[in-house]
């Protein structure tokens, strides 16, 4: 799919994802190798992001399937339409038990979720499992199924194996440990917060009308802000919606009154907000 | 990106590769580190796909597929420094005058230029940190470097640098300080990878890697814990804890099944004519055991004590009671502090030593008197049910051990355990009662998060 790093990294950007050489490198080896990237890090860093990046380069379809506690296999595999199914049981055409039956488990009934999905047909695919860490650990268990031998049995159907791998990215925030055995299947790639550069470079292509010395601004504060103890260290998501907040309040420089009523876009917490207060000097007023 | 000047040197060959790449991956298990035949076969294909022109993304490519969580990282960059040098041997030229030096150093950290800095960071070890009879001979020293080349001074000079070329202006300008502060940190850990790589050069890599790099955050001395590493300790706290009653609920179950009651295995076979036909099981009693902890917070010792208590916090509905005390000099019950604790442990400690009386006309532990006053004040918590573990390193300070005090506890209690987080080598010098105290109550030598975790498993009552 690339021909080297440098292609990644430019490709993606055509697309509007700036890749740090980290996450540049790890695309380019996730595809050379053949195997499943799983991507960790805080919130709001572009883990989501950066595989709708990856399958718009390859002109592939983002197949997704969003974790969450509960999700099972009718919702990652596929499942019987049951609705479907006794209509047709009901409509009752002139035909054995037999002979019904095959019908109705026939792929006229079936639904297929994301992780079937993903592994049919030839058409290129990026498959992402997105927050895994939210998911139930037997759900890992089906999905190192899948990511080994990109098959699947279906009794009624038989097995469906992959033409074509997907090429797959699983997200993960880590409020919970993967298994071990899941993190052997993948390149793992941990995407932290972007350097003052990179950062500036995000937020003037995510925001057009910020200029280049208030985005200097900008991302300056975030930096010194993940500098602090604070419960929850300001992502970038939060830098470009704190850009844009300052863009509609009409800010063309950063002072304390303009920073003091915003920062709530940047910070979560009301205790960090205090804090943040006192450390930026904007009590002082 | 691909220039020679980023690459990797020494190596010119693929066998030359595969070798290094070996012993990299051996210096990173023992280490700790599991890696598989698999992602050492991943390694050499990403080696292969990335060439060696770009030391940087090797970097990358070597993590992505050797590591599987980023606890792991902070060790293997180091490693990887040691086994895929920047450069080798010493800078070409001629040494550059101290003032130069700190003057092109003020340069790169104005325009927070890495690049720049890793390479003055190459030129201050070459010429400063050499020590011995000509400089080098005997060894490289990143302390005498940082020593020499100050570049802590450099502080006010930078500042003013970027002033003066309008370079920090309006609101933001509050936080230069504080950035130029960041970057003359990153500056002294270059100066350290830089000093221990010239050390590896002469004694030979796998000995360095082996002594020389910090450990996992579960292998660290809780003695020597630096801030950052007490605080990913304290992210281990949860994980662990959940391993921990896994392990224990297991136990607890092994035990519940319980051995043969003869007596009414006897007493069932009557019906079958005396012969045994159905071995009846112990039932033991359901009631889950009582745990107390006794810990010194002293400075000292503050690290272990506080993992070790928002452990067994997080570990509490394993128990029908949990009470914690802390002591310096004087004893506190803290038990409604640790469980608020849980919202915000890095403040514990320090709101255990704000609000807890701790300490009485001096500040430094005296084991003899929280002790004695343990005993005396608190006596009832300790019962034929419950097992209470001292944590504390047994330095008494010169006083009085007051050993009839652990007697006393040792005779209420069910089982009382000591875990001393010094080495045992050093039990008993200077003014270490350890010896004393070991002979009267089972102490465990218990200096990192994986001992910690090891003694919990096995003796925590179940
Ligand atoms: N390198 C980047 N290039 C372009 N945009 C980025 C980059 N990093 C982050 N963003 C932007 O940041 C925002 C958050 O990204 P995203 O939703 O992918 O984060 P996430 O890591 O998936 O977070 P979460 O864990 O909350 O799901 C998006 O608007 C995205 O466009
Ligand atoms: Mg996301």
New interface residues.
Partial sequence: MFTS??DVAARLAETGYLAS??VA??V???D??G?PLLV?GPAGVGKTELAKAVAQVAGARLVRLQCYEGVDESRALYEWNHAKQLLRISAGRDETWDETRTDIFSEEFLLPRPLLTAIRGDDPKVLLIDETDKADVEVEGLLLEVLSDFQVTVPELGTVTATRRPFVVLTSN?SR?LS?AL??RC????IGFPD?ELERRIVRLKVPGLDEALA??VV??V??LR?M?LRKLPSVAETIDWARTLIALGAD????TV?RDSLGVLLKHQEDVLKATAK??LDAL | ?TSPATGVTGVTDGTGVADRLTSLVAALRAHGI?I?T??TV?AA??VA??GLT?R??LR??L???L????AQ?PVFDPVFDLYFPRGVGAPEGEAAGRDDLRDRLASALAA?DRALMGRLAVEAVDGYGGYGSSPGSDGWSSYQTLDRIRPQTLLARVRDEIRARGGSA???D??LE??IR?RIEAFRALVVAEARRRVAERRGRDEIARRAVAPTADRVDFLYAGKAQVAELRRAVQ?LARKLATRLAARRRRAARGSIDLRRTLRGSLSTGGVPMKPVLRRRRPARPELVLLCDVSGSVSGFSDFTMLLVQALHDQFSKVRVFAFVNRVDEVTGMLVHGRADP?GLGSRIQAEATLTGWHGSSDYGMALGEFAERYGDAVGPRSTVFVLGDARTNMSDPNLAAVRQIRERARRVYWLNPEPMSSWGTGDSAAPEYAALVEMHECRNARQLSELVARLLPV
């Fill in positions: 790093v440098d050489p980290a490198t790890t380019f080896l996730a050379r190798l195997k960790e880590a440990e071990e993190r052997r390149l793992f790639l941990h003052e200097r601004s300056r504060v930096g010194a500098a103890d420089t950063l002072d304390e920073v930026l000097d | 990106m599991r598989g698999g992602e991943d294909e990403a796909a990335l770009d940087e993304l990358e490519g993590a992505a597929t590591l599987h969580s980023p990282r927070d309006g609101f933001a509050r936080l504080d950035e960041r994980p890095q």
